[in-house]
């Protein structure tokens, strides 16, 4: 068994004092091997604790330490994690993942099905992969919530959607982590003629029996690219077909806000759009348990940029790069989705500056993966440079954080934020996907507050 080799060690930290240094390996806490991070936090929050280090010459030190619970020993990784990431086994019949086009760069094609992920990311996992040994650490350690990609309760038709014959015990799974007191965050992929219709009420009922431990459900429709070679061929959702998703999903949020005082389960925001619905007020969505998977970003969105719009800008003339006559212009390109909300927002923030402020909003069509993604995420660098050029873009063109990857300005197809400006000749801000963030961008206030 290979131990995690020691990358740091932080100045004037215990283990500095110590003499562990960069090299070692770490073989063992409190005399247990350490397999990730949760095996070090769990043992290095101990006040007593005990380390056995490996020396590069072959020789091991037992170290004795004895120290506050909340102080960090001072020991860092080469993964963050310490241990790699777990992927996944699947052949999931919606997987977006084999439905990217070839020559995209690497890490987009790693599929993970990772609890810790989950945990510390808030990845989905199908628990396919995982023994039971590893449910038993998820509730040693307290790893909660935990996002589960469910799809169905079904166990054949499970088996059949994931393509893997050990995906059918996930109820027995859910149940364990939920008994332990765990919180589960549960999601459905909605396949047109597989999981939905008469499938979907039975899943419904079996996951919302756990609430409220279960906290909550979201039921998405798939997403689907051109790039489906190979894959079982899918129908898209239409305005029936979604329609009738969300007349069952608000059937179950009755039934179950009398139950357990919970809604428990949502729809996602592109669900009401297909059914040309309006999106519910954001009080709706409670707590907003799974706002990441597009379940209440718009109704998000808009709450706060109301609330902001209220309390946040006095009338008058907005900050920022002014335009023709003192007039700041600026653009938003977004998803086709997002949009019209977007546009509607930009209308009552226009008219609230007196004529000051002129918002151009760009709906731009995903071409990169085809017609039937339309969220703003997934838009790439060649769908804004096929679609911008002669648009007015004003002084400065905002995009959402959202169309790049986490904590870079570089897109889903390498495009970054430099490219853009260079060949659209106007700066790119990048905003952060809310309301607030969207309110001081627009009108040039970011550094108001």
Not at 417 to 427: F, T
């Amino acid at each position: 068994m290979s131990h995690p080799v020691i990358t740091q060690v932080q100045d004037g930290s215990i283990a500095a004092e110590l003499g562990i240094g960069p090299g070692d390996s770490l073989i063992a806490m409190n005399g247990e091997a350490v397999c990730d991070l949760f095996d070090y936090r769990f043992h290095a929050a101990d006040a007593e604790l005990t380390l056995r280090i490996g020396k590069p010459d072959g020789t091991e030190w037992e170290l004795s330490i004895e120290k506050d619970e909340a102080e960090d020993i001072g020991l860092e990784f080469e993964n963050p994690l310490i241990d790699l990431e777990h992927g996944c086994t699947n052949q999931c019949v919606f997987c977006f993942i084999d439905q990217l086009p070839k020559g995209m760069r690497d890490t987009l094609y790693f599929k993970d099905d990772d609890a810790r992920l989950s945990f510390l990311y808030g990845n989905y996992i199908t628990m396919t992969n995982m023994k039971d040994a590893e449910i038993d650490r998820i509730i040693r350690y307290r790893m909660s919530p935990i996002n589960v990609s469910v799809h169905t309760t079904n166990p054949e038709l499970r088996i059949r959607m994931l393509g893997n014959r050990f995906a059918g015990n996930i109820l027995s799974r859910i149940r364990r982590l939920v008994d332990a007191g765990i919180s589960v965050n549960a999601q459905i992929v909605l396949c047109r003629g597989w999981n939905d219709g008469v499938e979907l009420e039975p899943t419904l009922k079996d996951l919302s029996a756990m609430a409220p431990v279960l906290h909550s459900i979201s039921v998405v429709p798939i997403g689907l690219t051109r790039y489906r070679a190979n894959l079982p061929a899918m129908r898209a959702y239409d305005a029936d077909s979604a329609d009738e998703i969300i007349r069952t999903v608000e059937t179950w949020q009755k039934r179950l806000l009398e139950e357990v005082g919970s809604r428990t389960v949502y729809a996602a925001d592109e669900l009401y759009l297909l059914a040309s619905r309006e999106i519910p007020d954001a009080m709706l969505y409670e707590d907003f348990p799974q706002i990441e998977n597009g379940v209440g970003m718009i109704a998000s969105l808009r709450e706060d940029f109301m609330g902001e719009m209220t309390t946040g800008q006095p009338d008058g003339e907005p900050d920022g790069a002014q335009g023709p006559e003192g007039t700041r212009v600026v653009s938003v390109a977004t998803g086709v989705s997002a949009a019209p909300e977007i546009r509607r927002l930009a209308d009552i923030l226009q008219a609230k500056t007196a004529g000051t402020l002129r918002i151009h909003v760009h709906a731009v069509p995903n071409l990169f993966f085809g017609g039937h993604v339309n969220v703003t995420g997934l838009l790439t660098g060649s769908d804004l440079l096929g679609f911008l050029p002669g648009k007015v873009l004003g002084e400065r063109l905002l995009l959402c954080r959202s169309m790049f990857r986490a904590g870079t300005e570089v897109m889903l197809d390498d495009v970054t934020r430099l490219d853009l400006e260079m060949k659209l000749g106007v700066p790119v801000e990048i905003v952060d996907p809310d309301g607030v963030s969207l309110f001081h961008a627009l009108l040039g206030m970011e550094n108001l507050f």
